[in-house]
């Protein structure tokens, strides 16, 4: 797993390369746990994840729920299906916002 | 064989070959050398002295010869003497002259007592012809080395032709013995001053290099010794190996100096390491006292439900690792009504585990108060999200059986869904699928029901169960567990739980677990 982590325009992207599961998940904790000061809105790439375990989606839960707490926002984007399946099974999906495209993210940041 | 030398003797082996070739290379260039000078100062003097016995015997000397009686014995024995006295004068061995008459050699004068006229050659013939004739042959001049009975000579021999067209050829011996003599001499002289130098040397560098390798034997002593006490060095070592390292300015010093740095470095990590290993075995021990725990939790087949024949029930859990984060559980809420449950924590291990025991505790206790599955799990939700900082999540299934009806009544956290095998077929239970908990404050589940015929089967599991993995890294999958169950539905539920269990076994062919397993099931009598 690969994450990359840059700042544009007061928002905040982490791209991740590779599966988020119990061996990569406590890595990327870590990393977004590093930028947390920082973080406020947040565009989550996750095209190239092609498998998020449930430790991973604890590492999603618990940045969703940072932003919250400091009204910020985290918008994941290009969730792939499999993905997709797990958050509706698990309920996520009702609190994760989704787009298919980065613009699309950042048309929503524009808006609000 | 050079290579398993210690050092010490591979540095005198070089330096005893090294001179040696040294002393052997000077003595032969040095012979070679002086034998070539000395060699054209007697051929130039054997020339000379050709041509002063040329003057001696005289061109008429030879115009007069036309056989053995041209010259009288007393004329032969007059220049013989002559030419001998010459000879002693400028010490050559012998000098002669001699034609060629009908193609034979004949002496015509010499120094030597013994000569006599116009004696013809007696040697071999063909060393006669390659030696004796060239010079008149060819009219050239020709020196010759050879060594006979009486030793090694070399020799001139200058042609000469008189007025009248006499040729004949006049020749000088000098005695070689003495210049080979003097060449050995200069050789043995050479040989033993390079043998001297050599013991000189030798001795020099016995005793340096015996110096010198001393440190490293202490060096290596020392390291023995310190394998040998647990990588520990005396004090008295230590300062040794300190004197050493300010003493020699050198290799030794700086190999002394390490070597403390390292002896040191082992010792810490061994000391380090026992540390670890302790702290791990207690760990470890610790562990499988938290996996007794753990599994002490979780009900037995035989805690209570015996005297039940409305039901059988039956649960197993497989952590990946010592603990999991799964939970099964099952219990009496009142006389009439059983709930039971399944969850899975986020992740695995320590913390996994900590999380399911307190779910799990959580689950019975509010569950007991007779409530409604969804109020159950709202309640526990809402307990598990206080001080939840971690982010950790359950899914969780939880369901009460009136064991008088058969109908049961449920409410889904996110779970998979459970298997209903009746008469007619074994299918996934569609669940409106909720939210886990602990993850969001509030959020209300919903109450669903079924109920069951006797002799109906519910089969729960977690996802370790359909996400377990072979070594191609293909999944087991719903269809695969749908399909162990495609044989016989009668049998007893611990015996379906256990063909789970083998099912998986059978398909993972020992790759390593990577989450944990729970399978549980229950049928309605």
């Given at each position: ?112 | ?514 989450d944990d397993i729970t399978v549980l099931a229950l049928r309605y009598h």
């Open positions: 797993m690969k994450v990359a982590i840059q700042t544009k325009n007061n928002i905040v992207y982490i791209t991740i390369q590779g599966s988020i599961d119990s061996n990569t998940a406590g890595e990327l904790q870590s990393r977004i746990m590093e930028e947390l000061v920082s973080l406020n809105r947040v565009i989550m790439d996750l095209t190239n994840v092609g498998f998020l375990s449930s430790a991973g989606l604890r590492v999603l839960l618990m940045l969703y729920r940072q932003l919250n707490s400091n009204g910020g926002k985290m918008l994941l984007v290009n969730v792939s299906e499999e993905i997709c399946d797990i958050m509706s099974m698990t309920g996520f999906i009702n609190f994760f916002e989704l787009y298919s495209s980065i613009e699309e993210a950042e048309k929503k940041f524009k808006l609000t | 064989m050079f290579r398993n030398l210690p050092f010490r003797k591979k540095v005198l082996l070089l330096l005893f070959s090294s001179i040696a070739g040294c002393v052997i290379f000077t003595t032969s260039v040095t012979v070679f050398f002086t034998e070539k000078s000395t060699q054209g100062v007697i051929d130039d003097m054997l020339f000379s002295v050709a041509y002063g016995a040329h003057n001696l015997v005289g061109d008429d000397y030879h115009d007069r010869i036309e056989d053995e009686f041209s010259i009288s014995p007393e004329e032969f024995e007059l220049k013989r003497s002559a030419l001998h006295e010459f000879a002693n004068e400028v010490k050559v061995k012998e000098v002669y002259s001699y034609i060629i008459y009908n193609n034979e050699l004949r002496w015509t004068s010499g120094s030597l007592s013994t000569d006599t006229f116009f004696i013809a050659y007696q040697g071999d013939r063909e060393k006669m012809k390659k030696i004796y004739f060239t010079p008149i042959e060819e009219n050239r001049i020709v020196f010759n080395s050879y060594e006979d009975a009486y030793g090694a000579v070399r020799s001139v021999f200058v042609p000469f032709t008189t007025d009248a067209g006499t040729r004949y050829v006049v020749g000088a011996d000098y005695d070689y013995e003495e210049v080979k003599s003097e060449l050995t001499g200069i050789a043995i002289g050479f040989i033993l001053f390079g043998l001297f130098i050599l013991i000189v040397s030798f001795i020099i560098a016995f005793i340096l290099t015996n110096k010198m390798s001393a440190p490293i034997k202490k060096l290596v002593e020392f390291s023995k010794e310190m394998v040998d006490n647990d990588y520990n060095l005396t004090e008295y070592d230590q300062n040794y190996l300190k004197e050493f390292s300010l003493k020699y300015k050198d290799e030794i010093g700086i190999l002394s100096g390490s070597f403390l740095y390292l002896q040191n470095s082992i010792k810490h990590y061994v000391q380090d390491l026992k540390k670890t290993t302790a702290a791990k075995e207690s760990l470890e021990s610790q562990l499988r006292i938290a996996n007794a725990i753990q599994m002490g939790m979780l009900p037995k087949e035989v805690d209570g439900f015996c005297d039940h024949n409305e039901f059988a029930i039956c649960g197993f859990m497989k952590p990946a690792k010592e603990v999991g984060g799964d939970l099964y559980n099952y219990f009496m809420i009142d006389d009439e009504h059983l709930g039971f449950t399944i969850g899975d924590v986020s992740d695995k291990g320590i913390p996994a585990a900590l999380f399911m025991s307190m779910t799990n505790t959580l689950i019975k206790s509010i569950a007991l108060t007779g409530i409604t599955p969804a109020e159950v799990l709202y309640r526990v939700n809402n307990e598990l999200c206080k001080g939840n900082e971690q982010s950790m999540f359950v899914t969780l299934f939880f369901a009460k059986l009136n064991i008088n009806t058969g109908h049961v009544e449920y409410a889904n956290a996110g779970h998979n869904p459970f298997i209903l095998l009746d008469k007619h077929k074994q299918a996934y239970q569609k669940l409106y699928p909720g939210i886990v908990l602990a993850a969001f404050e509030d959020v209300q589940f919903k109450n669903e029901e079924i109920t069951l015929s006797p002799g109906d089967t519910l089969l729960m599991y977690t996802d370790g169960v359909t996400e377990a993995m072979n070594s191609q890294q293909k999944l087991f999958g719903e269809e695969r567990l749908l399909q162990i169950f495609n044989s016989d539905v009668n049998v007893s539920v611990s015996i379906m739980v256990q063909s789970v269990i083998q099912g998986l076994d059978a398909y993972v062919e020992g790759f390593e677990q990577s």
